[in-house]
């Protein structure tokens, strides 16, 4: 059997026109394994790389296996991890219910639950939500699990390392064990769940990839240079790039935003994507990057898998992945389905060993970017004297050592401009001694007045001495009295 058509693989016709609207015409690797033992009703747990196509590999044959019921109760439901990726799979559900006539509704977080919950009760086949929101709808009662027949798990890894594990095990508690279950993750290697809490059956194991764990469509880069000399970097690698897509990734929110705000004060067309931003903000960053009205888009990790957008030419890695994983979620951004893209990880001299570990995970080796479009010895030597300034800012001895040397030049300056007051006024003195026609009124009575205040002073002496006089007459008298007083006793 010819399984190079997805007609090979047993999908229905209303199925097949899907594909073509979707603009599919040969299956992928996952799409290949996946398609037949989903319809068969087998369980499924795939390793898939990002970017495979997993999701038409589950939910084509998913919506040709389950056809559209009238109630409110869904048959098919699938749990993924992040809001971007639950509204990126709900929109090719209903692109294949344009033709099943399935009723798709997605249920994620950060928005209000009431649209959400009408939707619901209006009825609904195959619903797609993310953990947390998920269990809110069932313990409001707004939705019951009890007729899912098939549950996929989407991106498992990534919801046991965003903690959401406790969360999927309290969501197959409530759907019936004798659904089908599908698994799908980027890498099986690592995971960490107990296969007997998902399935319960045993799982047909697929990996369309087990040698390489990137996608082989992404050209990948790395170069060596300090931190500070990643802004001027990437400022000259963007207008070197001007014409192409590309996502930045840092490690950060307040990274994510730091890079966001340094590139659109430099003119670059960009947005960002990170947890704080509303999911409005998020979508419409996404959509106007998807259109090409927004040249960069600046996203934490969190968005690393949210992220589906077609013809990413590259990924810059401006700041190293926390793990090995988050890597190749990253680079799988670029190159996705059939395209092909570039990745660029900027690592600093103290990464070199972490930057080492990375490549024996992905049992490669990285090669480094050729520069033709960026001076870096320049660009050291400037981003150290900037340092030098910084740290300089920062120093308490020189900054008192400063303020000591602005105090004296201010000190010094006061001084030589009253020396300078001085010698104006001794000067205008001098030259109004020269020029007695200019004396004022008062100037020509002061020589009088001088008279008149030393006749007024010796007239207070004459009158002091009287008065001396008269006090010790008075003296006199009373001393005499107090002798005749002794002699009477
Ligand atoms: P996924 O791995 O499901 O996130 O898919 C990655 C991208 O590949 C999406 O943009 C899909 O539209 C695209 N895609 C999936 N299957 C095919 C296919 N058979 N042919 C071409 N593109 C595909």
């Known amino acids: 059997m010819s399984v190079n058509q ?10 097949l026109s899907a594909c073509k609207t979707l603009g599919y015409t040969t299956p992928t690797p996952i799409q290949i394994q996946a398609i037949p033992s989903v319809l068969a009703g087998e369980d499924v747990m795939a390793e898939a790389q990002t970017g495979s196509g997993k999701t038409a590999a589950f939910a084509l044959p998913a919506m040709d296996a389950f056809g559209p019921t009238k109630g ?49 009760k209006r009825g609904v086949d195959v619903l797609i939500a993310t953990p947390g929101r998920l269990l809110d709808l069932v313990s409001q009662k707004a939705v019951s699990l009890a007729g899912v027949s098939l549950l996929v798990l989407d991106e498992a890894d990534r919801m046991l390392d965003m903690g959401f594990w406790p969360d999927v095990r309290a969501i197959i508690s409530h759907v019936p064990a004798s659904r089908q279950t599908l698994l799908f993750s980027a890498t099986l ?26 996608t082989d469509q992404v050209e990948q880069f790395k170069l060596l240079l300090p931190q500070d000399v990643k802004p001027p970097f990437l400022q000259a690698f963007l207008s070197e790039h001007k014409q192409e897509r590309i996502i930045v990734f840092a490690r ?34 996404l959509s106007q990057f998807a259109a090409g009205k927004v040249q960069v888009l600046v996203a934490t990790d969190v968005l690393s898998r949210g992220i589906d957008v077609q013809d990413v030419d590259w990924v810059v ?91 004296r030049a201010k000190r010094k300056q006061r001084s030589a401009e009253q020396v300078k007051n001085e010698q104006h006024v001794h000067a205008h003195k001098r030259s ?20 008149s205040s030393r006749l007024k002073k010796k007239s207070e002496t004459t009158h002091t001495k009287s008065r001396q006089k008269q006090t010790n007459a008075s003296h006199g008298a009373k001393k005499g009295q107090a002798k005749y007083r002794r002699s009477v006793k």
């Open 432 to 451: 109004s001694s020269r020029k007695p026609k200019h004396l004022t009124n008062a100037q020509h009575t002061s020589k009088p007045k001088a008279q």
């Open 252 to 285: 950060t929110k307040n990274r994510v935003d730091t890079v966001f705000r340094r590139l659109s004060r430099s003119g670059i067309a960009v947005d960002r994507l990170h947890a704080d931003r509303s999911q409005n903000q998020r979508q419409r960053a």
């Open 189 to 214: 290697e690592d995971a960490t769940f107990d296969v007997g809490e998902v399935f319960a059956r045993q799982p047909k194991k697929i990996s369309v990839s087990p040698q390489t764990r990137t």
């Open 317 to 407: 890695n401006y700041d190293l992945p926390r793990q090995p994983q988050d890597y190749v979620h990253r680079i799988g951004r670029a190159g996705r389905a059939c395209a092909t893209g570039c990745s660029l990880t900027l690592v600093t001299p103290d990464q070199r060993q972490e930057f080492q570990a990375l490549e024996r995970y992905l049992g490669a080796q990285i090669k480094d970017l050729e520069l033709s479009f960026f001076d870096m010895d320049e660009a050291t030597k400037k981003a150290q004297a900037r340092a030098v300034r910084a740290q300089d800012r920062r120093d308490p001895e020189l900054q008192a050592a400063k303020r000591e040397f602005s105090a």
């Open 72 to 120: 409110s109760k869904p048959s098919v439901l699938v749990v993924t991890p992040t809001r971007e990726l639950a509204l990126q799979i709900a929109e090719v559900c209903q692109t294949v219910a344009k033709h099943t006539h399935h009723r798709v509704v997605s249920a994620v977080g950060g928005i209000s639950i009431n649209p959400q919950k009408d939707q619901i």
């Open 6 to 15: 997805f007609k090979s693989l047993g999908l229905s016709d209303p199925v």
